[in-house]
Every structure is written in C-alpha cells, then in structure tokens.
C-alpha cells in the first residue's frame, strides 16, 4: 500500500502521544497538505510546472479521492501553485479530516472518542498501524544521518515537512535536528527533482514562511 505525500505529511503532523495535530503546524498544515497534492501531481505527471505555473497534463482520476478533488481543482491551470493554493484552500477546510478518514479505512490510523455522558466531546487519533509512519521516519534519517539519496517524493515530503515547522517530530534530538535543517536547506540543490519543481519547491517556502 503507497501513501500519498499528504497522508505521509500528516502522519507526520499528528502528535503520536496525543493523538492531535501538532501545535506547530496548526497554521500551516491545510495549505500543506494542498501544496503536497500538487507537488505529487506533478510527480505522476498528471500535471507539470512552467516557470512556477501550473500546466494541466492529464485530468483523468488517480484514484485517491483526495488528489482527484486538488486534480479538478486545478481546472485548466494556468496559475501559480501560491495562487491555486490560496484560490483553493476556503473549499478544502476539512482536507486534514479527509485524509485522516482515509487513513482509518487503510487501517493506519483508528479514531478514539472521548465522551462526558455519553455525548463525544472530542476524537484522539492513534496509530493504529504504525510501520508506514515508521518507514516514513526510517527514510528521512538515513537521508539526514547517513546520507542515502532521497527519491523525488521523499524530497517533496522533507521540504513540506520543514515548510511546515514539524521537522522536530522527525528529528527531536538536537544534534540530528541540526543536520536535519542543514540537509531540508540543501536536498534542493542535489538535482533529484527537475529545475522546474525546484523554483515551485522555493517559492512555496518564502509562501510557507509567511504563515
């Protein structure tokens, strides 16, 4: 089972002992997770990019609901990525429940509900399936710490983890953080994704620092 880019960012992105968003990426995290869809468009080809513009390749569905609803969102392209994230973010406000709800039927995550006389006042997620968060993990350290080549969605997903200001869930030892932000600065340069999704990759971390 592959997990797209944005069910990766938000595991990522959930606090495994509260079973809640992170604090740190409550701004951020639904533009995130748009930008992530994007970018894996781009990557299955169903989209490119042309000077930090996006250009319609193939509408037809992906199969990942979530992806196809960013897919036909994007209508006809045209614009840049900064600007179909703003145009669609209003109408993609439940995107984080979206996911999570996929992630409850692949049987990774399960929803916990905590009730005060019967009524449910609040939902935990807990990691039901942990091994697909883990190999996420276990993949972003040996790229830190023991240097291996990253694939292209693993580069997407380190950038918009880092975008995202969790970077420290994957890396909370202060040493390996430090290389951690090192490497999420310069994965960009190693030439593992195309110049064109590189100037998209750059403009979205001058948009995400501004969040």
Do not use: W
Not at 69 to 74: E, P, Y
Not at 127 to 152: H, M, T, W
Not at 168 to 178: G, K, N, R, T, W
């Amino acid at each position: 089972m592959k997990l797209s880019i944005a069910e990766g960012l938000m595991l990522i992105a959930l606090d495994d002992d509260e079973g809640r968003l992170l604090a740190a990426a409550e701004h951020s995290i639904d533009k995130g997770l748009i930008a992530s869809c994007i970018l894996e468009l781009s990557l299955s080809k169903k989209v490119s990019f042309q000077g930090g513009k996006i250009v319609m390749n193939d509408n037809s569905g992906t199969g990942n609901k979530i992806l196809d609803s960013v897919l036909k969102g994007i209508g006809n392209g045209g614009d840049s990525v900064v600007q179909t994230i703003d145009r669609l973010a209003p109408g993609f406000d439940h995107i984080q429940d979206e996911i999570i709800e996929l992630l409850v039927q692949r049987g990774i995550l399960s929803v916990e509900s905590t009730k005060l006389l019967f009524i449910p006042i609040s939902e935990r997620m807990d990691n039901a399936n942990y091994a697909f968060e883990q190999e996420i993990r276990d993949v972003l350290k040996a790229v830190v710490l023991k240097g291996q080549k990253p694939s292209p969605a693993v580069v997407v997903l380190m950038c918009m983890i880092s975008y995202c200001k969790i970077l420290e869930e994957v890396f909370p030892d202060e040493d390996e953080l430090i290389d951690a932000i090192k490497v999420a600065k310069d994965v960009l340069k190693i030439g593992v994704v195309d110049n064109e999704t590189k100037i998209v990759l750059e403009d979205l971390k001058i948009y995400f620092a501004k969040i």
